[in-house]
């Protein structure tokens, strides 16, 4: 038997303040889903009759809108099953591919504070007889671009920077880092992740060539994302049989969710700037009240070049297991990435925080129905639990 909600009213829910973790589907972007589930069921790639050619024009349609908002051509858009599975097809495709051309293994950079999805395929390349280096980023969590400059090697072929980190929301110098790459012939790719939605992203612009999205990140749907591709890029693919995204993800398009996706980007473009400044004054008003009660927090990352939606600092004088013990019930929120799967924050520690400083830290995400009300509730709740765990 499926798990149902327990019963209660919304009131006694917890603050939500995860919304890096992931977002509710947005209803508009439900309703756009609703028909493709069982009135336009067709597949898309079967285009001999009105049921796959209707299903095969929603995906074109949804495909150029994506593409509109990264000022790319649809055909760059290559649908997957989210931003893991776009970081593994970019970085582990285009290794592979390079490797086959150069008729050897070459060196790949990253930065250490990235997402496993991007850190882990890049050791599964290192045990292939890929060299890796994974650059420490500044205090402030932002990588300055002569660590890359002097990072590169004679045979570098690939580096990843994602634009905003999902833990503490540091916005990376793309652009510098991309003019860096050009100059030496190296690809950079970006997981853009916590930014698509979020943020203006002109490809051409920051120079990205290869760039992973997902959906659910922006009131869209699980299990879709997609990797945009440079056309003069070469990539191998993970998987074969069937040939659809230019035989790069064979399998049935899941043509629901992609126009989910797609509708879930109008709406997270249609009210960006707006919804932006009022999230960023919201966490700036969360910042400043919790500094007031608790002088002594210490922020994780750059305030100035951060997502305004998010806010991560760590605790001095208190447990990390007691304090997110004390808050479960009041705020929904984490210490790290929702893939952490417990362990201490690997991207707090690469700034220098201890293991235990690291547990003892909050990653607060702010959504679009956050309220200044919200913002003075988690300053009470956050204020309350830490004096009183530190009076003990």
Same mark, same amino acid.
């Given at each position: 038997?499926?798990?149902?909600?327990?019963?209660?009213?919304?009131?006694?829910?917890?603050?939500?303040?995860?919304?890096?973790?992931?977002?509710?589907?947005?209803?508009?972007?439900?309703?756009?889903?609703?028909?493709?589930w069982s009135e336009h069921?067709?597949?898309?790639?079967?285009?001999?009759?009105?049921?796959?050619?209707?299903?095969?024009?929603?995906?074109?349609?949804?495909?150029?809108?994506?593409?509109?908002?990264?000022?790319?051509?649809?055909?760059?858009?290559?649908?997957t099953s989210g931003a893991t599975?776009?970081?593994?097809?970019?970085?582990?495709?285009?290794?592979?591919?390079?490797a086959e051309q150069r008729g050897a293994p070459g060196h790949l950079i990253? !930065? *250490?504070?990235?997402?496993?999805? +991007?850190?882990? /395929? #890049?050791?599964? $390349?290192q045990k292939e007889g890929f060299r890796l280096t994974e650059l420490q980023p500044c205090a402030d969590g932002i990588l300055a671009p002569e660590q890359l400059a002097e990072a590169f090697e004679?045979?570098?072929?690939?580096?990843?920077?994602? !634009? *905003?980190?999902?833990?503490?929301? +540091?916005?990376? /110098? #793309?652009?510098? $880092?991309?003019e860096l790459c050009r100059n030496q012939g190296v690809v950079l790719h970006s997981d853009a992740a916590q930014a698509f939605g979020h943020k203006h992203l002109d490809l051409?612009?920051?120079?990205?060539?290869?760039?992973?999205?997902?959906?659910h990140k922006l009131y869209g749907p699980k299990g879709i994302g997609a990797l945009v591709v440079n056309p003069e890029v070469p990539i191998k693919p993970l998987q074969w049989g069937g040939g659809q995204e230019r035989g790069l993800r064979p399998g049935t398009i899941p043509v629901p969710l992609i126009v989910g996706f797609a509708k879930a980007a109008e709406l997270a473009f249609k009210d960006l700037t707006s919804r932006q400044e009022k999230l960023s004054q919201l966490r700036n008003q969360l910042w400043d009240g919790l500094k007031e009660r608790l002088p002594d927090l210490i922020l994780n990352g750059s305030l100035e070049h951060r997502l305004p939606h998010n806010l991560n600092f760590t605790v001095p004088g208190v447990r990390g297991s007691?304090?997110?013990r004390q808050l479960r019930p009041l705020i929904a929120c984490s210490s790290g990435s929702a893939c952490s799967q417990g362990e201490p924050s690997h991207v707090l520690m690469a700034l220098g925080r201890t293991s235990s400083e690291a547990e003892a830290s909050l990653r607060l995400s702010l959504g679009r129905d956050t309220s200044a009300k919200d913002i003075n509730q988690a300053v009470e709740s956050i204020?309350?639990?830490v004096i009183n765990l530190r009076a003990r």
């Amino acid at each position: 038997m499926l798990p149902t909600l327990a019963s209660g009213s919304k009131q006694d829910s917890p603050l939500a303040l995860d919304y890096q973790a992931t977002t509710p589907c947005a209803q508009e972007v439900v309703e756009a889903m609703s028909a493709y589930w069982s009135e336009h069921w067709g597949n898309a790639s079967s285009r001999q009759h009105r049921s796959g050619l209707t299903a095969a024009a929603a995906v074109s349609l949804a495909r150029e809108q994506l593409a509109s908002y990264m000022r790319i051509t649809p055909e760059q858009v290559i649908f997957t099953s989210g931003a893991t599975e776009a970081n593994n097809l970019a970085l582990l495709g285009h290794a592979r591919a390079k490797a086959e051309q150069r008729g050897a293994p070459g060196h790949l950079i990253t !930065v *250490a504070t990235e997402h496993h999805a +991007v850190l882990d /395929p #890049l050791r599964q $390349l290192q045990k292939e007889g890929f060299r890796l280096t994974e650059l420490q980023p500044c205090a402030d969590g932002i990588l300055a671009p002569e660590q890359l400059a002097e990072a590169f090697e004679n045979d570098t072929l690939l580096v990843s920077v994602m !634009v *905003a980190n999902n833990e503490i929301g +540091v916005i990376q /110098p #793309l652009k510098e $880092l991309s003019e860096l790459c050009r100059n030496q012939g190296v690809v950079l790719h970006s997981d853009a992740a916590q930014a698509f939605g979020h943020k203006h992203l002109d490809l051409d612009a920051l120079g990205i060539k290869l760039m992973s999205l997902s959906g659910h990140k922006l009131y869209g749907p699980k299990g879709i994302g997609a990797l945009v591709v440079n056309p003069e890029v070469p990539i191998k693919p993970l998987q074969w049989g069937g040939g659809q995204e230019r035989g790069l993800r064979p399998g049935t398009i899941p043509v629901p969710l992609i126009v989910g996706f797609a509708k879930a980007a109008e709406l997270a473009f249609k009210d960006l700037t707006s919804r932006q400044e009022k999230l960023s004054q919201l966490r700036n008003q969360l910042w400043d009240g919790l500094k007031e009660r608790l002088p002594d927090l210490i922020l994780n990352g750059s305030l100035e070049h951060r997502l305004p939606h998010n806010l991560n600092f760590t605790v001095p004088g208190v447990r990390g297991s007691s304090l997110h013990r004390q808050l479960r019930p009041l705020i929904a929120c984490s210490s790290g990435s929702a893939c952490s799967q417990g362990e201490p924050s690997h991207v707090l520690m690469a700034l220098g925080r201890t293991s235990s400083e690291a547990e003892a830290s909050l990653r607060l995400s702010l959504g679009r129905d956050t309220s200044a009300k919200d913002i003075n509730q988690a300053v009470e709740s956050i204020g309350n639990v830490v004096i009183n765990l530190r009076a003990r």
